[in-house]
């Protein structure tokens, strides 16, 4: 239920009945809008327990929320979220650019990386350290070595760190390393490591898995949510159909479906969404046509040495043309996207 409250109730007001929804044994979450507080009531579904709220002090409507997310739903909160971390800015009207390696491979080949993206206009840095491998025999990350790498890399540049957490026994450390927790496909229904992210204080990326519906992508961003943090970003990453044109299916009607249905941001990751370094660039620039918040992309100095994903990665040049392209359509649409630096030489 919403328990939504009159314009210009005071914060007395929305204290006491917070208090009555915990004391009906539901939980509180609080969205302060520009118009009007909100106190999104969730939990099992209790006798009476709208007829009991209606009448709190302040109060203007009880409304059932008809979407099976609570949290995540428009409903609750019909104006954008905008996730704000370091120089990384997504939602509301701004476009992120996540950029960098499928893996962390070296310092050289992180450093140079994120100098690169963050002169071509990317206002974060991607980068894998615990890598989840189909195979147990292909490269696996360099683990708490790559954190460390990533950190420097953001020392250097000021870049926000995108980086993958594969399981809950890593959250303490990934999150002391990361500025945003990405949680991947294949743990897109990982529950207990859905809490547990919920539980830290770093934003997550949250990938849809390859056969994941919206609802149960919308579900898994709610098990987020519902731990007490706000910050999610959703990712489409393309699915697993029939095809085999390309690495997944990427299906870009989600974007605007999930824009219709959420207030979180979302993100398109066009190289794992194609598997195809000659796709990407017109899939980035379609993805942001569809009105995405922003692109997560894999790039690399020299993809065909890349110790993973490098046939889907784009160099330095093609991203920066890239970046180029999607700038241009983002403001044709009247939103932000940080400007690329001139190059010198
Ligand atoms: C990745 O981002 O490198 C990755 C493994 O992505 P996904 O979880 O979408 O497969
Ligand atoms: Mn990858």
């Known amino acids: 239920m919403i328990v939504v409250m009159e314009k210009g ?9 917070i208090e009555r929804v915990e004391g009906l044994g539901l939980k509180a979450h609080v ?24 009448s709190g002090p302040g109060v203007e409507a009880v409304v059932p929320i ?19 971390v370091r120089s990384l800015s997504l939602g509301a009207g701004s476009v992120g650019l996540i950029a960098g390696p499928c893996s962390v491979e070296s310092e050289e080949q992180i450093v140079s990386t994120a100098r690169a993206v963050k002169a071509a206009g990317a206002t974060a840095l991607r980068g894998g350290a615990f890598k989840p491998r189909t195979s147990p025999y292909s490269f696996q990350g360099l683990k708490e070595l790559g954190l460390k790498l990533l950190a420097q890399a953001r020392d250097e540049t000021g870049l926000a760190v995108v980086t993958e957490v594969l399981s809950t026994d890593d959250v303490e450390l990934v999150a002391s ?30 990938k849809r898995g390859a056969s994941a519906t919206m609802d149960e992508l919308l579900l898994a961003a709610e098990y987020i949510l519902n731990e007490g943090n706000p ?49 990407v660039a017109d899939m980035a620039v379609a993805a942001i046509a569809a009105g995405a918040d922003g692109l997560i992309v894999e790039v690399h100095p020299d993809p ?7 046939y889907q990665s784009l160099n330095f040049a093609q991203f920066r043309e890239t970046a180029d392209r999607c700038r241009r359509v983002a403001e044709a649409l009247g939103k932000r996207m940080a400007p690329a630096e001139v190059l010198t030489r």
């Open 9 to 17: 109730a005071s914060q007395e007001q929305v204290q006491h009945m």
């Open 31 to 54: 969205i302060v809008g520009t118009e009007r507080t909100v106190i999104a009531a969730v939990g099992e579904k209790r006798e009476h327990a709208k007829e009991s709220l209606e």
């Open 66 to 84: 008809l979407a099976p997310y609570k949290v995540a739903s428009r409903e609750v909160k019909p104006e954008p979220t905008q996730v704000n």
């Open 177 to 206: 390393y990361a500025d945003v927790l990405q949680v991947g496909a294949r743990n897109m229904q990982n529950y207990r490591l859905l809490e547990a992210v919920g539980n830290s204080k770093c934003p997550v990326l949250l």
């Open 231 to 279: 910050n999610v970003i959703l990712c489409e990453r393309g699915i697993r159909t029939f095809e085999d044109h390309t690495r997944f299916t990427l299906p870009l009607a989600t974007v605007p479906y999930l824009h219709h249905k959420t207030h979180l941001p979302i993100v398109v990751d066009p190289s794992h969404g194609t598997g195809h370094a000659y796709l």
């Open 304 to 310: 065909e040495r890349a110790l993973s994903d490098g």
